[in-house]
């Protein structure tokens, strides 16, 4: 059950597109669409904010899209605002009914 | 309004062990499966434990696998962790979450502490 793999931090200005990646194997990200994303502020408790690889939770802007290919799945923020400066974590399903987290990417907005 | 409220968090010595509830509110808890996730200070996330919506399966990272168990009362819409054998390395804010429909974590609660020391 080790984490899944994410860079430790991603950085852009205002208005750019950045993109965090999380990376897993066949036994997590790899087989199943089952990867999900969540927001976490400072002191504050996560938010998901993509399901299911690409789909939005009601009330989640549309700046915020999934992907996935292979064993590494992909969150994009397009349109940079400072708001969106936080910690991202991806998760997923596994092949041992279990659940297993990225080890998270703290996004800086210049 | 959809609600998790958790508590229990202490301060236990090293071997120690304690219960942590979670009060749910604002849905059907018998519908669905509940989560435990925790973060040491300073860290990421770390799923704990899973229990089926009728709690008749339950699942554990390896970590606590043997140490801590996973229950649910739909009378009381409450969710619990007993945590025995306590280590150091188990301080953490401990995360009551709801599953949703889609294997996702959907409503998390606010978190209580449970710090490990002597």
């Known amino acids: 059950q080790s984490a899944l793999t994410q860079p430790a931090s991603v950085s852009g200005s205002p208005g750019q597109s950045i993109t965090i990646s999380c990376s897993g194997s066949?036994?997590?990200?790899?087989?199943?669409?089952?990867v999900s994303w969540y927001q976490q502020h400072p002191g504050k408790a996560p938010k998901l904010i993509i399901y299911?690889?690409?789909n939005r939770p009601s009330g989640v802007s549309n700046r915020f899209s999934g992907s996935k290919s292979g064993n590494m799945a992909s969150l994009t923020i397009s349109g940079l605002q400072t708001e969106d400066e936080a910690d991202y974590y991806c998760?997923?399903?596994?092949?041992?009914?279990?659940?297993?987290f990225g080890s998270g990417t703290k996004v800086t907005v210049l | 309004e959809v609600q998790l409220v958790e508590s229990g968090g202490v301060v236990v010595q090293p071997g120690g062990s304690l219960r942590l509830s979670c009060a749910a509110s604002?849905?059907?808890?018998?519908?669905?499966?509940m989560h435990w996730v925790r973060q040491a200070p300073g860290k990421g996330l770390e799923w704990v434990s899973l229990?089926?919506?009728?709690?008749?399966?339950?699942y554990y990272a390896d970590s606590v696998k043997g140490r801590f168990t996973i229950s649910r009362d739909s009378r009381k819409n409450s969710l619990y962790l007993q945590l025995h054998s306590l280590r150091t390395e188990d301080t953490a804010l401990y995360y009551c979450?709801?599953?949703?429909?889609?294997?996702?974590?959907?409503?998390w609660g606010k978190g209580t502490t449970v710090t490990v020391s002597s």
């Open positions: 229990i089926t919506w009728d709690g008749i399966r339950t």
């Open positions: 604002g849905f059907t808890f018998d519908d669905y499966a």
């Open positions: 979450v709801k599953s949703s429909d889609n294997y996702c974590m959907d409503v």
């Open positions: 299911d690889v690409s």
């Open positions: 998760s997923s399903y596994t092949s041992s009914n279990t659940y297993v």
């Open positions: 066949r036994s997590d990200v790899g087989t199943y669409d089952y």
